[in-house]
């Protein structure tokens, strides 16, 4: 792996995709969101964290996202894609919903918690792309806390509905 630093386009539009639904979100947050958040894993809401810091920042310091015409390694680089457009599709469908934390936390085409798992599993596929070993970590320390939230929270909501 040959790791090089410098300003990548790629990593910008993955993080554009990822940040603009979240930001519009923040005006149509699911009711009784609040209930939930305090009730986090401390430590996963350290990893989620630290993770979105540092794939913020692996996908604008190194170059290695940019296009460049590898095959079959760019398949990686459209697989991704593919997965960040599934995620914008997440979105979409969750802004056209009741906007439940049902909704919020739903699957789409079988994968669980789609909204924490898409991107993560976007960047991942990033990293393998540019063969960049700080992504990979980045991204896994970002899925532990990100996913594992979504998965608490997803949780905790089936146990309430259960009593």
């Not at 390694?73 to 697989?79: E, T």
């Not at 934390?101 to 918690?113: E, H, K, N, Q, R």
């Not at 063969?131 to 905790?156: D, Q, S, Y």
Request: glycine residues 8%; charged residues 15%; positive net charge.
């Amino acid at each position: 792996m040959n790791i090089h630093f410098g300003f990548s386009y790629i990593g910008l539009i993955f993080l554009a995709l990822l940040m603009v639904p979240n930001l519009i979100w923040t005006r149509h947050q699911p009711k009784d969101y609040d209930k939930y958040v305090g009730n986090e894993n401390r430590l996963l809401r350290i990893f989620e964290r630290a993770g979105e810091v540092l794939v913020t920042c692996a996908a604008l310091i190194f170059s290695d996202f940019n296009y460049r015409d590898q095959w079959p390694w760019a398949v990686w680089l459209l697989l991704a894609a593919a997965l960040m457009i599934c995620y914008e599709i997440y979105w979409i469908r969750y802004f056209r919903s009741e906007k439940t934390l049902a909704d919020f936390y739903s699957s789409l085409m079988g994968i669980p918690v789609a909204g924490a798992s898409l991107p993560v599993a976007a960047f991942f596929l990033l990293g393998i792309y540019g063969k960049n070993l700080p992504m990979l970590i980045a991204v896994t320390i970002l899925g532990i806390g990100h996913i594992g939230i979504h998965l608490g929270h997803r949780r905790e909501i089936a146990d309430h509905r259960l009593r």
